[in-house]
């Protein structure tokens, strides 16, 4: 059993279950990775606590990013290596003044310095498309739906932060668009592990296909093998 679903009451999973929930997707013909938030406003310099990291960036989410990070930079290897699309989203940080933040959150004043800044170990190549968006999702009111058709993408793969605020609603969208969706566990972070858990929890349910980096891997080099077991 994963870890993060041994924070879920047996009885819950037993009752998501039988009310037919919980159904595994298979993957389509061609994926591309959406790698969500992942720069250092949302998790904070390496090596500092969850308080000291929420001091130098107030959305960091600390040590939980750097466990996750160089996971993250598997997945992105594995996407660079079957030559499958990446996009990389960040925060529109010029449009909030005039469409509001993306959380109902009370921070005041502009990001500090570096907070759209990518960890070294993740860099966007110029092949990937970095991509601003002024809300949680991804898909809101922004143009990647016609990119993911313009390359054939019917599936997708997705990481980053914070498990239950922009993934979770990215993640709901892609599903509502018609995408093969799923959620890389050990990619994603959350300054909650309560929230972390809760949310892998009812996308894996709902919208999404939860699965480890080994199955995202699998699943990446050959579509037709996963689709199989």
Not at 3 to 30: C, H, N, V
Not at 69 to 77: D, E, F, S
Not at 166 to 173: E, I, K, T, Y
Not at 202 to 228: C, F, G, H, T
Request: one cysteine or more; hydrophobic letters at 45%.
């Amino acid at each position: 059993m994963r870890d993060w679903m041994k924070l879920i009451p047996e009885s819950e999973r037993q009752l998501y279950a039988k009310a037919g929930f919980m159904g595994d997707l298979t993957p389509g013909r061609r994926s591309a990775l959406i790698v969500v938030d992942v720069t250092m406003g949302f998790s904070g310099s390496e090596g500092l606590s969850l308080d000291e990291a929420v001091a130098q960036y107030s959305t960091a989410c600390g040590p939980a990013s750097w466990v996750a990070m160089p996971k993250i930079a598997q997945l992105i290897a594995t996407f660079r290596e079957a030559d499958l699309p990446i996009v990389y989203s960040l925060s529109d940080l010029s449009a909030g003044a005039f469409v509001g933040k993306a959380t109902k959150g009370k921070r005041t004043g502009p990001p500090a310095a570096g907070f759209n800044d990518f960890p070294a170990s993740i860099t966007p190549r110029a092949q990937d498309w970095v991509l601003a968006k002024t809300k949680a999702s991804a898909f809101f009111q922004t143009p990647l739906t016609a990119y993911l058709i313009q390359n054939g993408v019917d599936t997708l793969v997705v990481c980053g932060v914070s498990t239950s605020g922009c993934v979770r609603a990215s993640v709901v969208d892609g599903f509502s668009h018609g995408f093969k969706t799923f959620v890389v566990d050990e990619c994603c972070f959350d300054r909650s592990q309560f929230a972390h858990a809760a949310n892998l929890f009812d996308m894996n349910a709902k919208y999404a296909s939860v699965i480890s980096l080994e199955q995202a891997q699998a699943m990446v080099s050959s579509p037709a093998r996963a689709a199989a077991e």
